[in-house]
């Protein structure tokens, strides 16, 4: 069993930066993927980033590449997602979740085994 929680979403303007975090315990921590998902008002949960267990492998949707970064640090058992140049459709609740190691990055959602409750980020105007 993985707990995963995140946290650091807000309201903010368009434009604005922030951090994403995603906590992890349980089992070993750097055994598993790990990847973003966000879900908008009235939309389909949809994938943002994933880095493998060892982060040397990121994988990023193409609408937030070059904004989102994604890493870890698996001695905090902590993955972040950092969002730059945010835009109101950027509005979501970010989920982050886990999936045991394998040689491939995992973007599709119902392949992943643990999830988070979600922090809610909006962005304004």
């Known amino acids: 069993q993985v707990r995963l929680v995140e946290s650091g979403g807000g309201l903010v303007q368009a434009g604005a930066s922030l951090r994403l975090s995603c906590a992890a315990s349980?089992?070993?921590?750097?055994?598993?993927?790990i990847g973003w998902f966000r879900q908008g008002p009235g939309k389909e949960r949809e994938f943002v980033a994933a880095i493998s267990w060892s982060g040397t492998r990121r994988n990023y949707a193409d609408s937030v590449k070059g904004r989102f970064t994604i890493s870890r640090d698996n001695a905090k058992n902590t993955v972040y997602l950092e969002m730059n140049s945010l835009n109101p459709e950027d509005t979501a609740v970010y989920c982050c979740?886990?999936?045991?190691?394998?040689?491939?990055?995992?973007?599709?959602?119902?392949?992943?085994?643990?999830w988070g409750q979600g922090t809610q980020v909006t962005v304004s105007s």
């Open positions: 979740a886990a999936v045991s190691a394998r040689p491939g990055l995992v973007l599709n959602s119902y392949d992943y085994d643990y």
């Open positions: 349980g089992r070993t921590f750097s055994n598993y993927h």
